[in-house]
């Protein structure tokens, strides 16, 4: 059983994407995380909270390939799901089973206290990411 943990969007300028956000929702809108620099995927990464739903906003550094293209071809989008999982690799293995492709190995992610995530394709839904569950009891969220 896999529960939705945010909706990825990527955005070409991070403060500008925070303040329209806050602009639209005012003071429904929680920033969970400042802007936190992400150096092994080379993006800058922003948590807001809205209605109890978690936005991961991705912005491309210099130098970023595969999120950079992205933002070429897509401009500002929202672009994943993320689902949490309790085991990473056994959801790998199970997604993998059921013809989901990996394309991206786990990594620890900075911008949520160095969970594990990882990246999978599915023919009929597209891209995906999947993140580690939390070990520590009073993390139910990030950070
Ligand atoms: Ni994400």
């Known amino acids: 059983m896999m529960r939705i943990h ?3 969007y990527l955005v070409k300028d991070i403060t500008a994407a925070i303040n329209e956000c806050k ?15 992400d150096t092994l995927r080379l993006v800058d990464i922003s948590f807001l ?11 491309p550094q210099d130098g970023c390939t595969d ?10 989008t929202p672009y994943h799901i993320c689902f949490e999982c309790d085991k990473i690799e056994k959801a790998i293995s199970l997604l993998t089973q ?3 492709l990996l394309v991206k190995e786990p990594q620890p992610a900075i911008a949520i206290d160095n969970r594990m995530v990882a990246f999978l ?3 009929d839904l597209g891209l995906f990411e999947v993140v580690e569950a939390s070990t520590k009891m009073d993390d139910t969220y990030i950070c």
């Open 6 to 8: 945010h909706i990825g």
């Open 23 to 37: 602009n639209f929702v005012g003071e429904g809108m929680i920033q969970k995380t400042d802007v936190i620099h």
């Open 49 to 59: 909270e809205i209605d109890g739903i978690l936005i991961e906003l991705v912005a």
């Open 67 to 76: 999120i950079g293209e992205g933002i070429k071809r897509l401009g500002n």
């Open 98 to 100: 059921k013809g989901c």
């Open 121 to 123: 394709y599915s023919r």
